[in-house]
């Protein structure tokens, strides 16, 4: 007997011949067992090849005369030495829980308390072998099981129990096998043997009224859809031989001048507008259309019905990827993946009892559906993940099978490389490669409308390369994307621990090309490439790092309310994600502000897209190849690079994202907050214009004041949303700390940002550069002292002089704007 099973005294016990197969029987033996009740002898089939059958199986790990007959009669009549066999385990009643073989009745009735059956219809409704089929495909409303005394019928015998269920719209032969029809058809069988021992089972006769018998699904032209039907009767239809056989049609895919077989699988009613997508021929019937979420026909009333997958040439495909070229993917086991797999090669050999190699296929070596129940349940105990009965479908061959499961574990992407169209440069005489084109739905693509922006080194003035820019309908696509992941997709289903494991491994990642982000993020926005590989992308990882750890601890709380007797009342708090995330990041620190925003709505469990600074979105793409290598699943992470008016406005007043992030100016904060409040009320976080001030008094360490001083205003080339924008200098030491600051500051090394020795670089972009000139102009013309700099350095780029302004009064402009670059402002204040 299995362990922690109690045997319930309450019946008397019965000696029970079980006479059947499956795993469902084996459960039909514990159950048994567990009520108190003996199995005197198992009758079940002969092992096909190696494989022996799990009823067989369990009867003789626990003793129990186990007999595997071929054949039971001849001509008719039973064979003598299999009824002597019989008579000799003197049972007292036969249970048949599931038996594909033809019993006779001299073996039906020769116990005391004769025979019961298990039947997967609402008897007698739905007579036959393909009783769970002919339920879906009838479009019945509610499906169930019975309990019969055995007769020389087909199924007709007197009910002693029934049991059912209502059916739902999309329910198919598996779905609602295991919900309903296994579970509760194993307690039945157990039922109703207390029931005959307690001598309370009654023989409740069937009616012909109502009764149909269905024919077995076996034969070929049983299977081929009526595309005549209505859209309804296609589903039903669909949907009743979903897994096993399978709906039979006739397709052309794309390119191809002939029909091949199809079997369809996964139908629903199809309730939204029509989408746009490829056509495909099916014969018989108007062409299909290939979409995002399948493969849509349609029914003679015009209801459409969409098709999940589709199965050709013995393979499943994804119906959405039918006019799709399937690629080879290929990935490298770690030692612990490497493990599972030969855990997982075991379980195969025990359900199939033959050896597995890397391309033996589950159904041509004979599994059956119980055996996909089987697997996927042992498969989800080895790999610790989610699986259904259609991963078995959608990947029948061992090494598909495997990797399928590792791919789960590693977080839902299918491919750990990402093909895109690469730029290609050599900067300090190493070769750089990065994408230029949009991130969707982890896939790098086009513009829809071809539309491109440049992206200029500002370090000499040259276009690095041309980027796509996202118009509305990209931005919708990428909506689209996060919303089906966050909803449906693999990001929805893994656990917080495993979303951390995700994050870490993208950190891990970013480490490992923490001198490329560098370097582009250096070419791409003037930062210099210590600074850069330091901060910029030191302190981005280290971002990745800490919110992966805080994927699984993010919790509600349990608040008492009330302690009046007798409720004890409380309330509690669950922390949920809120959905699809937009985000819109400045140009100062493309790949840190993508961190500091991103990471946390990931951590969450959200999804998002970004749009990062039209003139900076190189590290930001970059950053998107390398989660797709991270395994981080399609639709989580969309980088939609683009121009404030057309894709940060599409992305801020899209009705389906549901919380913006942005950093910039007042001035654009404030549209946005406009826009997010018009369009759905959208949650917002804004971080914009600041001035910051530092005061230093007269009885500081004047040394170190200044270095504060020139770390606080030229740090980053002034590009610094933290920068001080105004000093204020105690009146005793002002001109000291003037004089001080000046020197240092002459000793700036301005340069090369790629060089190490380099400590300024260029400002980001000319239009900003033009800005910090006429800010300088600005203060010039209000009287504030200009002691250095103020001009562009007469060289190739987009080079700025760090700037001090004295005598700066509380009134003028420069004493109360932003100028987001190396220009110090110094007001004195007097003494004490």
């Known amino acids: 007997m299995p362990p922690n099973h109690k045997t319930i005294e309450s019946n008397p016990s019965l000696r029970v011949a079980l006479i059947g197969q499956s795993v469902f029987a084996v459960d039909v033996f514990h159950k048994l067992r567990q009520h108190g009740h003996t199995i005197v002898g198992i009758f079940t089939i002969p092992d096909k090849g190696k494989r022996e059958d799990p009823l067989a199986k369990v009867g003789a790990e626990n003793d129990i005369p186990v007999f595997k007959l071929k054949s039971w009669r001849k001509a008719g009549k039973v064979l003598p030495e299999v009824l002597n066999t019989y008579r000799t385990l003197n049972a007292e009643l036969n249970v048949l829980p599931y038996c594909s073989q033809f019993i006779p009745m001299e073996i039906i009735n020769y116990p005391r308390l004769k ?22 495909i009838c479009g019945d409303k509610k499906a169930g099981l019975s309990i019969f005394w055995a007769d020389d019928g087909l199924d007709t015998g007197p009910i002693l129990l029934q049991e059912e269920t209502e059916l739902l719209e999309d329910d198919t032969v598996d779905t609602i096998y295991k919900r309903f029809l296994y579970p509760v058809g194993v307690s039945a069988v157990a039922r109703a043997v207390d029931m005959i021992a307690d001598n309370t089972a009654p023989r409740i006769e069937q009616s012909e009224k109502g009764a149909t018998y269905d024919p077995m699904l076996n034969k070929p032209e049983l299977q081929l859809i009526d595309f005549n039907k209505s859209g309804e009767e296609l589903h039903n239809f669909i949907r009743g031989m979903d897994s096993v056989p399978g709906a039979k049609c006739f397709i052309k895919l794309p390119g191809s001048e002939e029909f091949q077989e199809a079997l369809l699988f996964g139908s629903s009613i199809w309730r939204q507008p029509r989408p746009d997508g ?46 799709q070229v399937t690629k080879e993917i290929k990935i490298e086991y ?30 041509a070596s004979g599994a059956g559906s119980m055996d996909v129940v089987r697997l996927v349940e042992e498969a989800k105990d080895i790999f610790q993940i989610d699986l259904e009965n259609e991963d078995v479908f959608m990947a029948p061959v061992f090494d598909e099978f495997c990797l399928q499961c590792i791919f789960k574990t590693r977080g839902g992407a299918e491919s750990n490389e990402v093909e895109y169209n690469a730029v290609n440069v050599n900067v300090n005489g190493r070769d750089i490669k990065f994408p230029c084109q949009l991130f969707i739905n982890g896939q790098f693509v086009d513009a829809e409308n071809g539309k491109t922006i440049p992206t200029v080194n500002p370090a000499n003035e040259k276009t690095i390369c041309e980027v796509q820019c996202a118009s509305i309908g990209d931005v919708n696509k990428a909506v689209k994307a996060a919303k089906s992941a966050f909803e449906k997709g693999e990001w929805s289903k893994i656990s917080a621990r495993e979303r951390g494991q995700l994050l870490f491994k993208l950190a891990d990642l970013m480490q490992q090309h923490r001198e490329e982000l560098a370097i582009i993020e250096s070419i791409d926005s003037g930062a210099v490439y210590t600074l850069a590989l330091k901060t910029h992308v030191g302190m981005s990882i280290d971002t990745w790092k800490y919110f992966a750890g805080w994927c699984d601890k993010i919790q509600g709380s349990t608040i008492p309310v009330s302690h009046a007797r007798p409720n004890r009342n409380l309330t509690f708090t669950r922390k949920e994600p809120i959905g699809v995330v937009g985000l819109i990041t400045p140009w100062n620190y493309p790949l840190m502000m993508l961190s500091w925003k991103m990471a946390a709505c990931l951590a969450a469990g959200n999804t998002v897209i970004i749009k990062p600074a039209q003139v900076s979105p190189l590290t930001a793409l970059k950053f998107a190849e390398l989660s797709v290598k991270a395994g981080i699943p399609p639709g989580v992470i969309n980088v939609v690079p683009g121009t404030g008016s057309i894709t940060g406005h599409a992305l801020a007043s899209h009705p389906d994202v549901r919380k913006l992030g942005f950093t910039g100016s007042t001035e654009i904060g404030q549209v946005i907050m406009k826009t997010c409040a018009e369009s759905n009320l959208k949650k917002v976080s804004l971080e914009l214009g600041g001035k910051s001030p530092l005061v230093i008094f007269s009885d500081c360490d004047l040394d170190k004041a200044v270095r504060v001083g020139m770390q606080s205003v030229f740090f980053n080339k002034g590009e610094n949303c933290i920068a001080a924008g105004r000093l204020f200098v105690e009146d005793r030491i002002h001109d000291e700390f003037v004089r001080r600051v000046v020197s240092e500051t002459r000793k700036i090394t301005i340069g090369d940002p790629l060089n190490k020795s380099t400590s300024h670089g260029p400002q980001n972009h000319l239009a900003h550069l033009n800005k910090l000139l006429e800010f300088v102009d600005i203060g010039v013309k209000e009287g504030a002292k200009l002691e250095y700099g103020g001009k562009r350095l007469n060289r190739e780029g987009y080079f700025f002089e760090p700037t001090i302004f004295s005598n700066v009064e509380d009134t003028m402009r420069i004493a109360k704007e932003e100028s987001f670059g190396p220009i110090m402002i110094i007001s004195r204040f007097r003494n004490g």
Request: hydrophobic share 40%; glycine share 8%.
């Open 115 to 136: 025979s019961i059956c298990y039947h997967p219809s609402i008897l007698p409704r739905h007579r036959g072998a393909s009783s769970i089929n002919w339920t879906l």
């Open 278 to 323: 490829n056509r495909i021929e099916i014969a018989g019937t108007q062409p299909g259309v290939i979409h995002d979420e399948g493969l849509l026909i349609s029914g003679a009333d015009g209801i459409y019905v969409n098709v999940k997958r589709v199965k050709i040439n013995g393979r499943m495909k994804l119906a959405a990827t039918l006019d």
């Open 334 to 363: 770690t030692k612990d993946e490497k493990n599972l797999i030969e855990s997982v090669r075991e379980i195969w050999e025990n359900i199939l009892s033959i050896d597995i190699e890397d391309d033996t296929d589950f159904f």
